[in-house]
């Protein structure tokens, strides 16, 4: 079982940055690949990026790629996401997710509650 709890949202502005974290509690956190969903209002949950349990392999969405930068600490069971050079159509919830591969993310049975992130333009 794993228990995951997003942080780091907020309101800021087009071309500022924002750290979001995932705190995840239970022994096998360091076992799972973990990755990072995103809804905007009125749309389908999309994958933003995804990491290995050794942090070995990321894999980003095209939208993201060279802005927004997925890590995780096994030590802490935290993961994070560096976005910077936010854009308006980067809003929504940002939602953290743990499974056995990237691959298989969007079926994972564990998620956060979600975590809001607005950017104004």
């Known amino acids: 079982q794993v228990q995951l709890v997003e942080s780091g949202g907020g309101l800021v502005q087009a071309g500022d940055s924002l750290r979001l974290s995932c705190a995840a509690s239970?022994?096998?956190?360091?076992?799972?690949?973990m990755g990072w969903f995103r809804q905007a209002p009125g749309k389908e949950r999309e994958f933003v990026a995804g990491?290995?349990?050794?942090?070995?392999?990321?894999e980003y969405a095209a939208s993201v790629k060279g802005r927004f930068t997925i890590s995780r600490d096994n030590a802490k069971n935290t993961l994070y996401l560096q976005m910077n050079s936010l854009k308006p159509e980067d809003t929504g919830v940002y939602y953290c997710?743990?499974?056995?591969?990237?691959?298989?993310?969007?079926?994972?049975?564990?998620w956060g509650q979600g975590t809001q992130v607005t950017v104004s333009s």
């Open positions: 239970g022994r096998t956190f360091s076992t799972y690949s």
């Open positions: 990491i290995t349990w050794d942090s070995d392999t990321t």
């Open positions: 997710a743990a499974n056995v591969f990237i691959q298989t993310l969007s079926k994972s049975a564990y």
